[in-house]
């Protein structure tokens, strides 16, 4: 009955949608990817470049002038809090710090006013919806009983290499007896260290593919409520939660968090998007090594998986397809000399290839760039000996500590990143020369996780300066630009 009702609310959602688009050409595009891939970032240096004048050469209506303006407007959805666009400037330009990351959902509007190519002039309305990558994997949950999903979180924690993060919270689950009378102080602490577990997974292992419910990270305004105070049981295979028991409590939880946090979401945010881009932090897999790169390539391919699901809902059939478009994007390039950006493409490619494969019916078109929204660093040959080697500079953040060395925010250092391999497997393998970014390094200094500040703009005469970027125009080209034909 429920789904019947879900349904409903659908369609109804889909034909205003429908009506809205009629009249007023819409694009939602939803940006996306988990904690620190550099969403805001993202979607700060889009608007920047958009509306005052960024330098876009791929970017075809930007590039020929057929782009009038771009401006904000005030977005749709009442209940959505606004992308804080104005404050992020501010940081990333005025104060040359990075903004604060995403942690909830917000939104923008943004009017395109633009001369089709036979000289009409039209408008497209281009609604970007920020959300953490971390709820979608929440997704496949709508199909699991919480008895399924606890069966396999359990069976995952204790696989050798999350057993031993995992320790903690076994030790209490240990104690927990699912028939017993249901305990709230017990759900408090076994969903405290559950989700302890699920944080040190994310944080000591890179990614947190295969790791929701998404939530107990990311909470947005639901932290501490009994929607987020469930954690898995060892249950007995095949039984039933006896009334009034700590088992029937934590699945009433579960469903509940199905019903306040994941349809909602599914229903107000994800089915509504036409465009979608996941942004991937994948340098950052590369320096965790070989397993934290299998360990993103599943979490992609449960994104993926989304999609999919996403679409086999009868009404998106029915009316139209909404996602038509999904772009991969690694972000960070500025990391890496320009000489690796190809390659640093075709790892992505190759950590997206089996999930695209098994992910064709999803009937979106899908691509992969290697990205800098906000390029950070310039490059340069710097001499080391008789050699000149390919560097990239960048002023480290003020604090940043590398080899005892601590900077102040206003010293730029060289960086030799190493060369990616030609051949992706290498990576996967773990056989590379590579060994993150410091690996070809002349000097002992490890440079690898060092946060460059923002780059310092030049102003040049009244106009306004650009922020430097790697390729975000061609991130633009192939998420609108058919749209501003
Ligand atoms: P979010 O959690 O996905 O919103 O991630 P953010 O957009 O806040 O980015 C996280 C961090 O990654 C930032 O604070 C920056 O340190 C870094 N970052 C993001 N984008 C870039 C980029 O284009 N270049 C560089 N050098 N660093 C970036």
Not at 80 to 104: C, K, M, Q
Not at 223 to 251: I, N
Not at 269 to 281: E, G, I
Not at 402 to 415: L, Q
Request: aromatic share 8%.
């Amino acid at each position: 009955f429920q789904d019947i009702v879900e349904e409903a609310r659908l369609s109804a959602r889909a034909l205003m949608d429908y009506g809205d688009h009629f009249f007023n050409p819409t694009v939602r595009l939803g940006v996306t990817g988990l904690s620190r891939a550099g969403k805001t970032v993202f979607i700060t240096a889009l608007i920047h470049g958009l509306t005052r004048g960024g330098r876009f050469p791929i970017f075809e209506p930007f590039a020929t002038g057929r782009i009038a303006r771009a401006r904000l407007e005030p977005q749709p959805d009442d209940a959505v809090p606004r992308f804080a666009y104005e404050n992020h400037v501010g940081t990333l330009i005025e104060e040359r710090h990075w903004p604060n990351s995403t942690v909830d959902i917000s939104e923008l509007r943004l009017v395109i006013d633009y001369q089709r190519q036979n000289g009409a002039d039209r408008t497209l309305t281009l609604d970007i919806v920020d959300y953490p990558g971390e709820w979608l994997l929440d997704l496949p949950l709508l199909n699991k009983s919480y008895e399924q999903w606890s069966a396999e979180s359990l069976a995952l924690s204790r696989e050798p290499l999350r057993a031993g993060l995992a320790a903690p919270w076994h030790g209490h689950l240990a104690t927990l007896v699912a028939e017993a009378q249901a305990d709230e102080q017990a759900a408090l602490t076994a969903a405290r260290l559950f989700t302890d577990y699920l944080r040190t997974c994310r944080d000591e292992r890179f990614a947190m593919s295969l790791l929701p419910p998404g939530r107990f990270l990311m909470p947005g305004n639901l932290a501490d409520t009994p929607a987020l105070t469930f954690a898995p049981l060892d249950l007995p295979a095949g039984g039933s939660a006896p009334e009034g028991s700590l088992w029937a409590m934590m699945v009433r939880r579960y469903e509940a968090y199905k019903d306040v946090v994941i349809r909602p979401f599914f229903r107000d945010h994800f089915s509504r998007l036409d465009r979608q881009v996941v942004l991937v932090d994948a340098l950052s897999a590369f320096n965790a090594g070989p397993e934290a790169l299998h360990d993103l390539e599943a979490a992609l391919a449960g994104i993926l998986d989304c999609f999919r699901i996403g679409r086999s809902t009868f009404l998106s059939t029915l009316f139209r397809p909404r996602i038509d478009r999904i772009l991969f994007a690694a972000t960070k390039a500025d990391h890496l000399h320009h000489s690796s950006h190809d390659r640093l493409e075709a790892v992505l490619r190759r950590t997206v290839g089996k999930a695209v494969a098994r992910a064709e019916d999803t009937g979106a078109e899908i691509d992969v760039v290697a990205l800098a929204a906000v390029r950070a660093t310039r490059e340069a040959q710097v001499a080391r000996g008789r050699d000149k080697l390919p560097s990239i500079l960048g002023t480290p953040a003020p604090g940043e500590v590398a080899n005892g060395e601590s900077f102040d925010g206003n010293t730029e250092v060289a960086t030799f990143p190493g060369d990616l391999p030609a051949d992706p497997e290498e990576l996967f393998r773990g056989d590379s020369a590579f060994r993150g970014l410091s690996s070809a390094s002349a000097e002992k200094t490890d440079f690898r996780f060092l946060r460059f500040r923002p780059p310092l703009l030049e102003h040049e005469g009244a106009e306004e300066p650009a922020l430097p970027h790697i390729r975000l125009d061609r991130a633009l080209q192939f998420l609108i630009g058919d749209r501003l034909q």
